[in-house]
């Protein structure tokens, strides 16, 4: 059984930083592409990163770039989001998802298989 366990989401004034994790278990996880998606309050689930198996290959909604950083460490299972310069506007449950096949970089909800539970992220202004 698949399962996706986001961390390390909280309050964090604007302009600060954090950094979300997602543990994975119960696959083989390095030949998993791995995003991020966030959903914020009364709106539409959206991408915010993607990463590749190898991690060699990121892409990133615009709204995002430059502030944050994909990354993977197979050996740990596990795929970080480093995010910098909040804003309020970043505010949201974030939730982490994997692609059973295929590596690549996937920016669409529906091209993933597993999904975690979310963590959720508050800016305050």
């Known amino acids: 059984q698949v399962q996706l366990v986001e961390s390390g989401g909280g309050l964090v004034q604007a302009g600060g930083s954090l950094r979300l994790s997602c543990a994975a278990s119960?696959?083989?996880?390095?030949?998993?592409?791995m995003g991020w998606f966030r959903r914020a309050p009364g709106k539409e689930r959206e991408f915010v990163a993607a990463?590749?198996?190898?991690?060699?290959?990121?892409y990133y909604a615009d709204s995002v770039k430059g502030r944050f950083t994909i990354s993977r460490d197979n050996a740990k299972n596990t795929v970080y989001l480093q995010m910098n310069s909040l804003k309020p506007e970043d505010t949201a449950v974030y939730y982490c998802?994997?692609?059973?096949?295929?590596?690549?970089?996937?920016?669409?909800?529906?091209?993933?298989?597993?999904w975690g539970q979310g963590t959720q992220v508050t800016v305050s202004s």
């Open positions: 119960g696959r083989t996880f390095s030949s998993d592409p």
């Open positions: 990463t590749s198996c190898s991690g060699g290959n990121t």
């Open positions: 998802a994997a692609r059973s096949d295929s590596c690549g970089t996937y920016l669409r909800s529906w091209d993933y298989d597993y």
